[in-house]
């Protein structure tokens, strides 16, 4: 094959090639125009639908507009006709009101004409009889009552008897009446406070932990707290106890405290304990304070406000002193409201009578006098220390309202459960029991416990060596032998516990 024919053969090849490509590439493009011309025109088939449903929900809220415009249109409409309905009502009834007030208004005047005309008639009778007996009216009307009195005497006397005996009847009714109603406005619990806490555990097996190795962890708990823990059989129950009920919150709040930090030890014992004491002084506070505010005393001091919440840790024969004394406030605010007296003078009086009893156990002298001691050193108003004084006879009655402090504290304490005499014997015994005992020279504290038949006498070790405490054993027994009167035996322990603390620094 010679080279020209080669070349336009290659050149015959090429040109078929690139007219066969033209075309392809052609057919291409009409078929993706095509495409894109059909989505082109369901995008706008779409978007025609959703204009015609948007045009259709906006037909549909329109129409539900105009149909809540009409109702609301429909709803003032009547409201308008029940107003001037009531408005007519009004106009009617004022003119009644009216019509009435002119006739009441003519009744009056024709018997303020009646009254005169008899006011006329009597003085005319009156001048005709003085013109007749040569008497003044005023000797006229007393000459008519001798007369009658005379004639009518024995009558006169029945009748008078009979007005003050009904009179008499009536003021004995309306008096029960009030203190009846006065009693009923009260109705708060009066169950009396024991001498226990029961402390519920969670888990049984805690019982081991508070004893301790050979009880000393137990030990600890009622030497910190003055307190009894009685651990028996019933299943996860502690009962503490303690004739002071403040003791026995310290002891609670102790030993909830220490479980809920699982480190129970001898030390972790004390600081809890003092924690416990601390958390209660603040507590008092909280307690005086909501007593008062549910009382309706707003004024009182912050430190007589402390010592009435530490009525609620003091009993009076198994009464709680602060209970006590708030139904006293109720009592007295009622009967003075009913008798015209000084409210508030009656209630504080009530509320802080006992006030004393917050502190007689560490000041002479009656809770009386410590009482109004302590109000005049805070400035309590004179009236209600004069209101309260009275209540136990030591000082006179100098105002109205003293009765009343007195009636309310009769009453209260009268109440069926309201005390318990031989828990307040039992009380006593108890107290007097370890005052016997700090009274000693070199004794740091001492609790009575088993219900008074042991005495735990804990001493200073500096002071008391080991045979001073037991001649202070010996010397204690027998100023409780000759001093109290008990059943059976009381155990004087006496223990002396050495510390020795230093500081590495």
Same mark, same amino acid.
């Given at each position: ?9 290659? =050149? ?223 299943? /996860? ?101 009913? =008798? ?13 009578? /006992? ?53 309310? /504290? ?54 008391? /060596? ?40």
């Amino acid at each position: 094959m010679n080279l020209p024919l080669l070349v336009g053969v290659l =050149l015959g090849g090429l040109a078929v090639g690139y007219l066969i490509r033209h075309l392809w590439g052609a057919q291409q493009a009409n078929s993706i125009e095509q495409k894109s011309k059909g989505r082109i025109e369901a995008a706008e088939q779409k978007a025609a639908g959703i204009v015609v449903e948007a045009q259709k929900k906006a037909a549909d809220v329109l129409a539900d507009m105009q149909r809540e415009d009409r109702e609301r249109k429909a709803e003032i409409i009547s409201l308008e006709k029940r107003v001037l309905e009531r408005e007519e009502g009004l106009d009617k009834r004022l003119a009644e009101a009216h019509k009435e007030e002119t006739g009441l208004r003519q009744k009056l005047d024709k018997l303020s004409d009646d009254e005169r005309e008899l006011k006329a008639k009597r003085e005319g009778i009156e001048k005709k009889l003085h013109e007749i007996s040569g008497l003044s009216p005023e000797k006229a009307k007393e000459e008519m009552f001798r007369q009658i009195a005379e004639s009518y005497r024995e009558e006169v006397f029945v009748f008078s008897k009979k007005m003050i005996q009904e009179r008499q009847a009536e003021i004995d009714r309306k008096m029960s009446e009030i203190i009846y109603t006065s009693l009923q406005g009260y109705s708060r619990s009066h169950v009396a406070e024991m001498t226990t806490t029961v402390f519920h555990l969670q888990d049984e097996e805690i019982k081991g932990k508070i004893i301790g190795r050979e009880g000393r962890n137990i030990r600890t708990l009622e030497r910190a707290t003055g307190a009894e823990f009685i651990i028996d059989e019933t299943p /996860d129950t502690i009962v503490i106890s303690s004739f002071d009920p403040f003791r026995r919150e310290v002891a609670r709040l102790a030993l909830e405290k220490l479980i809920k930090d699982g480190r129970i030890q001898p030390a972790k014992i004390e600081e809890k304990v003092e924690e416990a004491r601390q958390e209660l002084q603040k507590r008092i506070f909280e307690i005086g304070e909501a007593a008062t505010m549910e009382v309706g005393i707003y004024d009182l001091p912050k430190e007589i406000l402390e010592l009435v919440g530490r009525l609620h840790f003091r009993t009076s024969f198994g009464q709680n002193v602060l209970n006590h004394s708030l139904e006293m406030v109720h009592i007295a605010s009622y009967l003075a409201s009913e =008798l015209g007296l000084d409210v508030m003078v009656a209630k504080k009086g009530a509320l802080l009578h /006992d006030i004393g009893k917050a502190i007689d156990h560490e000041v002479e002298g009656t809770h009386v006098e410590i009482g109004r001691k302590i109000l005049k050193k805070y400035g309590i108003a004179e009236k209600v220390i004069e209101a309260m004084q009275s209540h136990h006879d030591e000082y006179p009655y100098a105002i109205p309202e003293a009765f009343l402090v007195t009636t309310a /504290d009769v009453l209260s304490a009268a109440r069926p459960g309201a005390r318990r005499g031989t828990l307040e014997n039992y009380v006593k015994r108890l107290a007097d029991l370890e005052k016997i005992a700090s009274e000693f020279p070199g004794v740091k504290s001492s609790y009575a416990i088993s219900a008074g038949r042991e005495l735990r006498v804990f001493v200073i070790p500096e002071k008391i /060596d080991d045979f001073g405490a037991l001649e202070l054993a010996r010397q204690i027994a027998n100023k409780v032998q000759s001093e109290l009167r008990y059943p059976g035996e009381i155990k004087i322990n006496v223990i002396r516990e050495m510390r020795a603390v230093e500081y590495a620094k």
